[in-house]
């Protein structure tokens, strides 16, 4: 079963030089990093409800938690965490795990 990693980054004071950074030099870092099977990031065009404000979501799918794991202890994770630092990225951004809930997409 595969298990996701969610970074949530909440709006930069300016986008496009965030937006200038991920895409330049964070994501092609995160993107070597072992085991990772797909890389989504979406960008918040509308929140209907709650705080903070988000302005992009990204979506790390791993095959297993236990490539997960495996890939949170390579350099290239390191790589991409101190890159994150580096920046200011990790002041705008709530991480998380996630696994599918085995009841998601069944009909009642």
């Known amino acids: 079963m595969t298990v996701s ?11 496009a030089d965030f937006e200038q950074h991920y895409f330049g030099t964070h994501v092609p870092l995160v993107e070597k990093t072992p085991g990772l099977v797909a890389n989504r990031v979406h960008r918040v065009t509308r929140q209907v409800v709650g705080e903070p404000a988000y302005f992009l979501v990204a979506e790390l799918v791993f095959e297993s938690a236990e490539a997960m794991k495996s890939a949170f202890r ?26 599918p809930h085995p009841s998601a997409g069944q009909q009642s």
């Open 5 to 15: 990693y969610f970074a949530l980054y909440r709006t930069p004071d300016d986008p």
């Open 74 to 99: 390579s350099p290239e994770w390191a790589a991409s965490g101190q890159d994150l630092q580096s920046w200011g990225g990790a002041d705008l951004v709530t991480m998380f795990a996630a696994e």
